[in-house]
């Protein structure tokens, strides 16, 4: 399975981005996704995830109400809308798969899941 991030750029503060992430597999439907950021020496955190049928989202506190995660099983692609950002936003985005069921704890760990995107950098200027 191969995860291609795209869409990062720079953005002003309170500006949008639309961050893609195209998954090489035959369908999207049986996995969660979700997204996490690392900004520059800090380590990587969770952002936000969508459970396998897309009934269940889970977001960070920092983005709530500001960004959106979704998925395009047709497509294959895996979208995380941006809105309001500020320059605490700024970091390389990486999307991820999991297969099947996905718990708002397991969503926020790493570890829980199984590829990942070489990632897209967003930057928020002041």
């Known amino acids: 399975v191969q995860l291609q991030a795209s869409g990062g750029g720079l953005v002003q503060t309170g500006g949008s981005l639309r961050l893609s992430c195209a998954a090489s597999?035959?369908?999207?439907?049986?996995?969660?996704v979700g997204w996490f950021r690392q900004a520059p020496g800090k380590e990587r955190e969770f952002v936000a995830a969508?459970?396998?049928?897309?009934?269940?989202?889970f977001y960070a506190d920092s983005v709530k109400g500001r960004f959106t995660i979704s998925k395009d099983n047709a497509e294959n692609k895996v979208v995380l809308q941006m809105t309001s950002l500020k320059p605490d936003d700024t970091a390389i985005y990486y999307c991820a798969v999991k297969t099947g069921w996905i718990s708002e704890t397991l969503a926020t760990r790493r570890s829980a899941y199984d590829y990942w995107g070489q990632g897209t950098l967003v930057t928020v200027s002041s």
């Open positions: 969508m459970s396998w049928n897309g009934g269940t989202t």
């Open positions: 597999i035959r369908t999207l439907s049986t996995y969660a």
